[in-house]
């Protein structure tokens, strides 16, 4: 106890000295700059140039950009950023209801739930399988819109109208062959624009809600393809255990394992990316 008690004091009275060194040395530092401004002589007055300079031209003020019109009428580059900013705010909506991700992420997400492994894999893993997964699918489609209309739209080769079309021509046709005919046939007598003489008809907002549902529909449908083998053997692990008798033994405790090891042995993850791929029918 002496011992530490005598580095205690030499601890804080090496800390008084530096501290005191420290103030010192700031303080010297500040003098000599204070003596280093008073010694330093004023500077001469400019002596006015024998010739006469050239007067300052005024600041011109930056000239307003506009970038397109609407109904006749300009509209400024704030109008246009605000217009794009809205536009990316939409993408999440765009990512949900026009491609392939929601089949995708519900199912992913049913069979972890089947897994019983809780936040295992977690959110953003499932997220990032999801969205490779869709840009594998959608690859197809992404490049005939691109060469159909966002293309020639940037090399000023197509209109606006034209080549917004022309892009969105694929997504209607991979949204069309993927989509139920009850569901369409609902949306449109909900919207009361049907019935429809050819696809080509089919209002762009109905065609997304009716695609929307039926990709729902899917989904749950092969997730309750994928729920059937994990459920028998909760049942057969809550059966043994009752016959065994030991009720207070929670089942899912001893069928997690076993559900594991099935997943793992039929290699699980590539029988369900595999089946989730094949399950989009082709443009």
């Known amino acids: 106890m002496k011992v530490q008690a005598a580095r205690a004091r030499d601890s804080a009275r090496r800390f008084g000295r530096n501290v005191f060194a420290t103030l010192l040395l700031a303080a010297t530092l500040a003098f000599a700059s204070a003596a280093m401004a008073q010694s330093t002589p004023a500077a001469a007055p400019v002596q006015p140039a024998t010739t006469a300079a050239a007067p300052a031209s005024p600041s011109q003020p930056l000239p307003s950009v506009t970038v397109g019109k609407v109904g006749g009428e300009t509209v400024s580059m704030p109008l246009q950023v605000l217009a794009l900013m809205t536009g990316i705010t939409l993408l999440p909506a765009a990512l949900l209801g026009l491609t392939a991700f929601t089949r995708i992420i519900i199912v992913l997400g049913l069979l972890r739930q089947a897994l019983g492994t809780g936040?295992?894999?977690?959110?953003?893993?499932?997220?990032?399988?999801?969205?490779?997964?869709?840009?594998?699918?959608?690859?197809p489609?992404?490049?005939?819109?691109?060469?159909?209309?966002?293309?020639?739209?940037?090399?000023?080769?197509?209109?606006?109208?034209?080549?917004?079309?022309?892009?969105?021509?694929?997504?209607?046709?991979?949204?069309?062959?993927?989509?139920?005919?009850?569901?369409?046939?609902t949306f449109a007598g909900l919207s009361h624009t049907g019935p429809y003489a050819t696809p080509q008809d089919v209002p762009f907002g109905v065609l997304a809600a009716s695609f929307l549902t039926s990709e729902l529909k899917t989904a749950f449908e092969i997730a309750f393809l994928v729920y059937i083998p994990f459920v028998i053997i909760d049942l057969v692990v809550a059966s043994v255990l009752m016959s065994m008798g030991m009720m207070m033994l929670s089942p899912m405790l001893i069928s997690a394992p076993f559900k594991i090891l099935l997943f793992v042995?039929?290699?699980?993850?590539?029988?369900?990316?595999?089946?989730?791929?094949?399950?989009?029918?082709?443009i």
Do not use: C
């Open 265 to 282: 042995l039929v290699d699980g993850w590539v029988l369900v990316v595999g089946s989730l791929a094949a399950s989009f029918n082709p």
């Open 119 to 139: 936040q295992t894999p977690s959110n953003q893993v499932l997220l990032a399988l999801a969205l490779f997964l869709t840009a594998m699918i959608m690859m």
């Open 141 to 185: 489609v992404f490049d005939q819109a691109w060469a159909n209309g966002i293309s020639p739209y940037l090399d000023h080769t197509m209109g606006f109208k034209s080549a917004w079309a022309a892009a969105s021509e694929p997504f209607r046709g991979f949204m069309l062959a993927q989509v139920r005919q009850n569901d369409l046939m």
